[in-house]
């Protein structure tokens, strides 16, 4: 990689930060996470409802009961790879069940239950659609659902029923857009992923004139090449900030994407899927995924309280769990900041917020 940043993390007995940044050696084990079930399910992405949480998985959507209980609200052969909360009783879900294409689908009651959406996302043709939905993204003041393809990125204004291209175009070749976030202050909608040659893209639209500003260059000078984008997020801390997660770290941003710089960098290419902010502590967390499907990884949360600029990290004493992390939610819960991790192969742990603040 090309420029890496130190974790400034300041732990007594701590041995194993590298001088080149990111996660090595030993950490301290603490014991503040718990899991919440769901073991040996992968969890790409929550969402909320009008009481609980939903899980999105390789095994289908399920529906958070409390304690380490949940109920799959779907077929178990939907393998989800994008959900979004329209509003709280409407959900929309992109899923493969085993068809040569895969389902767009919907819930009208929360999650509860789901039925098939007609719908001409990916083009129109003989041969079909060529575009899975890598990312659903859905504007609330304008009732606007955007989504994410290979190389492509489409808006609907009937809830995913008819879509127009807006950036990209049907059946690009590209690893995938990943990443999509709509920015309401500014009326801009930030998408990213990796093109065909394994380089990061990383783009921002004003979405009133359309013009798009590409930083991908920004992104293969922070974090390298190959790499990817994951997922941009937007907080409110002594300023609006923007984070990008991806393959070999996390970048941010103070100008609203016209420069960005490493806030975490990692040598070993661990990927980044994800990132919350606690508004009420401005407190950001994050974790990471080391690329391997099936052999154990350590659970490491990481948090910054000084935006991004340092970070603690906080690892699960199990050596034998599958503790990369693919997805975070962070929610309210009576009053209370509730932190989920959704992992792959390793369900759903939660880390406990006064613990790690304390």
């Given at each position: 990689m090309i420029r890496r940043i130190v974790h400034v993390v300041l732990l007594v007995a701590l041995q194993g930060i590298l001088g080149c940044g990111g996660i090595g050696g030993s950490l301290p084990e603490e014991d503040v996470f718990e899991s919440r079930g769901l073991a040996g399910l992968t969890v790409v992405g929550f969402v909320e409802n009008e009481s609980t949480v939903l899980a999105a998985t390789d095994t289908g959507i399920h529906r958070?009961?409390?304690?380490?209980?949940?109920?799959?609200?779907?077929?178990e052969n939907w393998s989800v790879g994008a959900i979004e909360a329209l509003y709280p009783s409407q959900i929309m879900a992109f899923v493969d069940d085993g068809g040569a294409y895969g389902r767009l689908v919907e819930s009208l009651d929360g999650g509860n239950s789901w039925h098939a959406v007609e719908h001409d996302f990916g083009g129109s043709g003989e041969a079909g659609p060529c575009d899975p939905?890598?990312?659903?993204?859905?504007?609330?003041?304008?009732?606007?659902?955007f989504a994410t393809g290979n190389a492509v990125v489409a808006v609907s204004a009937d809830f995913g029923r008819t879509w127009s291209v807006i950036d990209g175009d049907w059946c690009g070749l590209a690893s995938g857009l990943s990443a999509l976030t709509w920015v309401q202050d500014t009326q801009s909608l930030w998408f990213g992923g990796q093109n065909a040659i394994e380089d990061p893209v990383l783009k921002r639209m004003d979405y009133a004139t359309r013009n798009v500003a590409d930083r991908s260059a920004a992104a293969r000078d922070t974090l390298g090449r190959p790499s990817t984008i994951k997922n941009v997020v937007r907080a409110m801390l002594d300023g609006p900030r923007l984070f990008a997660t991806g393959e070999g770290g996390v970048m941010r941003s103070a100008d609203d994407g016209q420069s960005w710089e490493a806030s975490i960098a990692n040598d070993d290419a661990r990927?980044?899927?994800?990132?919350?902010?606690?508004?009420?502590?401005?407190?950001?967390?994050t974790a990471g995924w080391n690329k391997d499907f099936t052999s154990p990884q350590p659970l490491i949360l990481e948090a910054s309280t000084d935006g991004g600029r340092t970070w603690t990290p906080h690892r699960h004493a199990d050596e034998r769990l599958l503790g990369g992390v693919w997805s975070l939610r962070l929610f309210d819960d009576g009053g209370?900041?509730?932190?989920?991790l959704g992992l792959q192969g390793g369900g759903v742990y939660e880390a406990d917020l006064d613990r790690l603040d304390g």
């Open positions: 958070y009961d409390g304690g380490n209980s949940w109920t799959r609200t779907t077929p939905v890598r990312r659903l993204q859905f504007n609330d003041r304008s009732g606007e659902l990927f980044y899927f994800d990132l919350a902010v606690d508004a009420r502590t401005g407190t950001i967390y209370r900041s509730r932190l989920f």
